[in-house]
């Protein structure tokens, strides 16, 4: 058996928005126990629920053993919309509503999407008792803030990928261990109001898609602003094209009473796969700011590229990679989005004693059988503030 090793760093630019709207989180926590320790400034404690800890004993029981069951690391990316409110929420309460699901310290992968994709929804009802504390929009209706949530879990060698919107998850992959050439291979899909599959579940609960400055959007009806009084059916609307993107955590706005429903979805598409230390090399999450003007596969050159010019006190593999989105974003004429990216690097056992860049950490986050390669990975099938007239 040999462990897991990997480096990972977090780095995040305001770019050249007035505010800062995206969060990163980076944490490693002891399975079915308490926090382990914080890895990065942004990570957040949190525990497991004692009954899933007693259910997962017995089912260790009735296989016939013990397991040491490691570390948990939880990485991930909240890139907000209509202020920084719901990001920080997700940061600080997503991990700890997705591990006290029934069935999510289960070995079944089928158990544990479930419990993945529950606990997106209950965070995003969560929100409905912050909304109150959340500052108002312009036109003094409640907060309008929503975030995307990409979140990567590794357990067991085990990687989960589960998001909402669009902050990709982007691998770094060789095909065979001989390979010194890495293809970037995409994990996630982003949710855009104008794909078929989101733009047929918009538009069958009665919402609509609209263009606005060249960009599809979510279309938010609200009570014209001369209206007072209860909504009901028949009052005027006003047809706001509104959101960029079909699914995130917050955009309490979309709810439609009628229906019980939200137009922007809570709910993620979750992936999961065996990660092999020969085979996959890095692990890229970023915001769209990264991704606006990075390819995936000139990120996963440029991180292979830093790490072989490895030099002291070099600045991290994640520095590094929004420091060049920040060059290009410049090279257009643009004023940069909030850009912010996370970089796990998975080491082979020889690379274990190789020296770090600076603010990166060196984690051991699981044992790893002796295996073949696993299969090829099949992939899954301009941010907005959330204020009208953006």
């Not at 991990?95 to 529950?118: L, M, P, T, Y």
């Not at 915001?287 to 606006?292: A, E």
């Not at 000139?298 to 520095?319: G, K, M, R, S, Y």
């Amino acid at each position: 058996m040999a462990g897991l090793s990997v480096r990972v760093s977090a780095f995040s630019h305001q770019g050249g928005r007035e505010y800062m709207e995206d969060v990163t989180q980076v944490l490693v926590e002891r399975e079915l126990g308490g926090p382990d320790r914080l890895i990065l400034p942004s990570a957040v404690p949190g525990s497991a629920a004692a009954e899933t800890e007693t259910e997962s004993r017995q089912q260790d029981a009735a296989q016939g053993g013990s397991y040491d069951r490691g570390f948990a690391g939880v990485f991930a990316v909240f890139d907000g919309h209509g202020g920084a409110e719901a990001a920080h929420f997700a940061r600080d309460s997503l991990w700890d509503h997705i591990k006290k699901q029934r069935g999510f310290w289960s070995r079944d992968n089928e158990e544990v999407s479930a419990a993945i994709r529950k606990g997106f929804i209950a965070c995003h009802h969560a929100m409905w008792k912050e909304l109150p504390k959340w500052p108002k929009s312009p036109l003094g209706l409640s907060s309008t803030s929503g975030t995307t949530a990409s979140m990567v879990l590794i357990r067991d060698s085990r990687l989960y990928v589960a998001h909402v919107g669009d902050s990709a998850v982007v691998l770094g992959v060789r095909d065979h261990p001989s390979q010194r050439t890495l293809r970037a291979e995409e994990i996630t899909q982003d949710h855009k109001p104008d794909a078929p599959s989101e733009r047929q579940r918009i538009e069958g609960m009665g919402g609509s898609v609209m263009m606005k400055s060249g960009v599809s959007r979510v279309v938010w009806k609200r009570p014209r602003r001369t209206h007072s009084g209860p909504v009901r059916r028949g009052v005027a609307m006003d047809h706001i094209p509104f959101l960029s993107v079909a699914r995130a955590l917050g955009d309490l706005w979309s709810y439609d009473f009628y229906r019980g429903e939200f137009l922007v979805s809570p709910e993620p598409d979750v992936k999961v796969m065996t990660l092999d230390p020969r085979q996959h090399r890095y692990i890229i999450l970023g915001s769209d700011g990264l991704w606006d003007v990075v390819p995936p596969q000139d990120a996963v050159t440029l991180c292979q590229a830093h790490d072989e010019a490895l030099a002291p006190f070099a600045v991290a593999t994640a520095h590094r990679l929004v420091s060049h989105a920040l060059l290009r974003w410049r090279r257009q004429g643009l004023h940069a989005d909030n850009t912010s990216a996370i970089v796990i690097v998975l080491l082979q056992p020889s690379e274990a004693q190789r020296p770090l860049h600076r603010d990166e950490e060196l984690l051991t986050l699981a044992n790893l059988p002796e295996r073949t390669l696993s299969p090829p990975l099949t992939p899954l099938p301009p941010k907005v503030s959330g204020h009208e007239g953006i």
